[in-house]
């Protein structure tokens, strides 16, 4: 079993935006909803957004909505999550996971921090 590797996560400015990857492992990748999860210092990890594995049905937590925007690419195995008119409150550690998530499938995650 390999890991989920995120990338793209940075300082960034309130306002600002940053463009998360996910590269996923697994044959079965194309089958499942992705997720992306953050943590932020002192909380529990939660649901920032998931997508359908055809990617043509998507959620978002009500936090992001409007902001952020997830998409894959399943013939790279990666899952994308831009950010756009970020928040400090958006500051956080973020991972992607199948939904629901797998306890044995979490990465290194990616920080984002947001300034104010």
Request: with cysteine; proline share 4%; aromatic share 12%.
């Amino acid at each position: 079993q390999v890991q989920p590797v995120e990338s793209g996560g940075g300082l960034v400015q309130a306002g600002g935006s940053l463009r998360l990857s996910c590269v996923a492992s697994g044959r079965t990748f194309n089958y499942l909803t992705m997720g992306w999860f953050r943590q932020a210092p002192g909380k529990e990890r939660d649901i920032v957004a998931h997508i359908n594995w055809r990617g043509t049905s998507t959620y978002y937590a009500d936090s992001v909505k409007g902001r952020f925007t997830i998409s894959r690419d399943n013939a790279k195995n990666t899952v994308y999550l831009q950010m756009n008119s970020l928040k400090p409150e958006d500051t956080a550690v973020y991972y992607c996971n199948q939904h629901p998530p797998r306890s044995d499938y979490w990465g290194q995650g990616t920080q984002v921090t947001v300034s104010s």
